[in-house]
């Protein structure tokens, strides 16, 4: 088994070093990844959809940050679709792992109240806790909310919200984290997720526009034109995106660290 | 030698260490005995790719993919008749970054997914060893030939 990974590996690792050398240089603004396809003479041989995205978003969308435009607009079908993934990855843990059967055999001993007065061990986890994860939870919705201006999204707010949950986790134990993010809370914040994101998609449809189509919405929402309507909705998505991702986040961590009983955490 | 070095290596190092990466995940996908090494090895594996994906939307000299008072750029553009306000050149490609946001976060989440199958593995096998895994199956198997 070893002789034939060890020949696999090195047989894929020189095709793939024999196919760099006709790769474009590091940092080639001029590459096809980042101008377009040229033909052997030099000619351009079709408009790069990077150019496009960079030259005329601003004019299209009136949101800075590219990555977001991309992200929430050009490529809304992509992304409403990674969200449905993750989605489905916290349903198929929720199947694998999920005991919904109250066994007494497989039960521990009960919970340590840590909170209880005499456990001085965890007085400074504790307090550094109560400090960090409000500041955190409120950067993530920064992230999330800023997403059109500076480095940030849904993906990432929703990351880092869900990992202020798993810290309250860790550093008390999954009980107290579970009675403020309860499993119906997070299930039911993980559809809502992707109803938002859909519905978005299907109110453009119901102006007549094509799915996720979000320039009419400018319709409905008010005091906006075409193009302001379209950074709104981005916003819109990103915030569907990152309640998805924060209960999906926290599920996968529950589940895997109580091993599907919710009850004890590690 | 330095020659080599300096036409083929100094030009494509983002690649080689793709490569590299990649070789290191694909050979304890297939060469290691215990599960949970496996799965390190796909996480590796895809740390490779995204290391790619990134690196092919470098541009020398250019900044992070957000365009200051993408407004006013709009504006320019739309006074002179011409949509070259903006100069490419200047800005990251965004598609790659974009491509690994997602990328990540599903990678992630995939690897929960392959941990909760491994974790129900242990549950019922005592052991994340896969040749000991699939020796508990051969002994099962001959012990009710029916099932």
């Known amino acids: 088994m070893k002789w034939f990974a060890l020949i696999a590996v090195v047989i894929t690792g020189s095709l793939l070093i024999y ?25 351009p041989i079709g408009e ?28 809304g079908y992509d992304t409403m679709f990674e969200t449905v993934v993750i989605f489905a990855a916290g349903m198929a843990i929720f199947a694998i792992l999920r005991v919904l059967r109250e066994d007494k055999h497989t039960l521990g001993p009960p919970a340590k109240d840590t909170t209880a007065d005499g456990d001085h061990g965890r007085i400074i986890v504790g307090t550094t806790c109560k400090i960090l994860i409000p500041v955190i939870q409120l950067f993530s919705l920064y992230v999330v909310a800023h997403g059109h201006y500076s480095p940030g999204g849904g993906f990432q707010g929703g990351v880092m919200l869900g990992a202020s949950f798993i810290l309250l986790a860790v550093a008390k134990d999954l009980g107290s984290a579970l009675t403020w993010f309860t499993e119906k809370r997070f299930m039911t914040l993980a559809c809502v997720g ?18 996720l189509d979000y320039g009419v919405l400018h319709v409905i929402l008010p005091k906006t034109d075409e193009v302001m309507a379209r950074s709104h909705s981005m916003l819109g998505v990103e915030i569907g995106v990152a309640f998805t991702v924060t209960a999906i986040m926290f599920a996968i961590y529950a589940n895997l660290s109580s091993r599907g009983e919710l009850k004890r955490g590690l | 030698m330095k020659e080599f070095f300096e036409t083929s290596i100094e030009p494509h190092f983002n690649y080689w260490v793709y490569v590299i990466l990649m070789m290191i995940g694909l050979w304890a996908v297939i060469a290691k005995n215990n599960l949970i090494k496996k799965l390190i090895g796909m996480s590796i594996f895809q740390t490779a790719i995204i290391l790619f994906y990134v690196s092919v939307g470098v541009k020398k000299g250019s900044g992070i993919p957000i365009i200051p008072k993408a407004k006013e750029a709009a504006a ?14 200047l800005f990251a490609n965004p598609l790659p970054h974009v491509l690994m946001l997602t990328a990540i976060v599903v990678g992630v989440s995939t690897l929960g997914v392959a941990l909760a199958v491994a974790q129900q593995l242990f549950k019922d096998f005592g052991t994340l060893e896969e040749d000991e895994i699939l020796e508990q199956i051969k002994t099962a198997d001959k012990a009710s030939p029916d099932g």
Do not use: C
């Open chain 1, 48 to 75: 790069s959809v990077s150019q496009f995205y960079i030259t005329e978003t601003g004019r299209l969308t009136h949101v800075p940050n590219l990555v977001t435009a991309v992200l929430a607009d050009y490529r």
């Open chain 2, 76 to 89: 320019g553009a739309g006074e002179h008749g011409a949509a070259g306000a903006v100069n490419p050149d």
């Open chain 1, 194 to 211: 992707i109803l938002i994101y859909a519905g978005f998609g299907l109110m453009a449809q119901f102006l007549q526009r094509h799915f």
């Open chain 1, 19 to 43: 196919g760099v050398s006709d790769f474009p240089d590091w940092g080639d603004a001029q590459s096809p990844a980042n101008a377009g396809a040229k033909s052997s003479t030099g000619e």
